[in-house]
């Protein structure tokens, strides 16, 4: 493993999580219009070289109740879906993760189809498993890990039965 840079001060910047929104809201508006043909790979960071397939995350608000859709960067674990609850490496878990910890029941889009799954946090041995595979994935999660104070939960998206969209 090569050193880690130190987390960048203008991540810190009270103007990025707003910036970060509004992205997200335009990724999730064009990836649903165009199928994922638009937006289904991550092309930033360590993406830029080795682009990362995208989905779109479903989770309810645990306060509000309010569905929200969120991008991510995702591995195939068959049958599962992984994804990782870094928030580029901050010192708390993304909403959505708080979210899901609530509400785990939900679906995911990759492409055009939306799947119904279950949401699960890793446990400490199937996290040690996937991590690597994570990083091959995506090497700036390996950054994200080593700037956070706490350890980045890794969430199994577990296929349901039912297909109710």
């Known amino acids: 493993m090569t050193a880690v840079p130190p987390r960048p001060k203008h991540l810190d910047s009270p103007m990025l999580p707003k910036i970060f929104k509004l992205m997200g809201i335009t990724q999730v508006w064009i990836y649903r219009r165009t199928g994922g043909r638009i937006g289904a790979k991550w092309r930033v960071g360590a993406g830029f070289r080795k682009p990362v397939p995208t989905l779109l995350l479903d989770h309810i608000g645990r306060a509000s109740g309010t569905t929200y859709t969120t991008p991510l960067l995702y591995l195939t674990d068959s049958p599962d879906t992984i994804v990782v609850a870094s928030?580029?490496?901050?010192?708390?878990?993304?909403?959505?993760?708080?979210?899901?910890?609530?509400?785990?029941?939900?679906?995911?889009?990759?492409?055009?189809?939306?799947?119904?799954?279950?949401?699960?946090?890793?446990?400490?041995?199937?996290?040690?498993?996937?991590?690597?595979?994570?990083?091959?994935?995506?090497?700036?999660?390996d950054h994200y890990q080593a700037w956070a104070d706490r350890e980045i939960p890794v969430v199994i998206l577990r296929p349901r039965t039912d297909r109710a969209h």
Request: charged share 20%; hydrophobic share 35%.
């Open 87 to 141: 928030q580029g490496g901050l010192s708390t878990h993304p909403q959505w993760y708080r979210n899901l910890r609530a509400h785990p029941d939900t679906h995911i889009q990759i492409g055009p189809t939306r799947h119904p799954v279950r949401a699960v946090t890793a446990d400490p041995a199937q996290r040690a498993r996937l991590w690597p595979l994570l990083v091959d994935l995506y090497a700036d999660f």
